[in-house]
């Protein structure tokens, strides 16, 4: 078999820095790559950080208006964001969806949802301070964030 290069393998990663990316639209479906570290800079997001990020994104998006066409949220394995998957959503409302998610994390308070024994395979690796810290530091940099901003630089 021959292996073929995935669309995310695709990107310069020498070129990316912190935002909000078209990855790929398939269909009805579109791949957002909110990315929230530059890439191979030797910081990443810590992994109870992600882990409580990522149940406070995951809970959010799904307890929207929006929620039947969240489709799936997920932290990347290179730590350095999440993938953001939805359907038939237009691009300004999917910002507008992730600049209120963030706002949300940013002012959370009380337990992380999801994170218990029964809920979770690894609920005691959790850092709700550090979600925080992350929601924070994307807020001023997705604010102004537009449909243009989008693409991917070339």
């Known amino acids: 078999m021959e292996l073929k290069q995935i669309a995310s393998f695709q990107v310069d990663h020498t070129k990316l820095v912190e935002g909000m990316y078209t990855s790929r639209v398939d269909g009805d479906i579109t791949t957002y790559d909110i990315r929230m570290v530059k890439p191979n800079c030797g910081t990443y997001l810590p992994y109870a950080a992600i882990h409580s990020f990522e149940h406070l994104f995951a809970?959010?998006?799904?307890?929207?208006?929006?929620?039947?066409?969240?489709?799936?949220?997920?932290?990347?394995?290179?730590?350095?964001g999440f993938y953001f998957l939805v359907r038939n959503m237009e691009p300004a409302v999917a910002i507008d969806l992730i600049n209120d998610m963030l706002a949300f994390i940013a002012d959370f308070e009380g337990d992380v949802p999801g994170a218990t024994e029964v809920e979770c395979g690894n609920y005691r690796e959790q850092d709700l301070e550090g979600a925080k810290n992350i929601a924070r530091k994307m807020i001023p940099i997705l604010r102004d964030w537009t449909p243009a901003d989008l693409a991917y630089e070339k």
């Open 59 to 80: 809970t959010y998006v799904r307890s929207t208006e929006l929620s039947d066409q969240v489709i799936y949220v997920g932290p990347m394995g290179c730590r350095t």
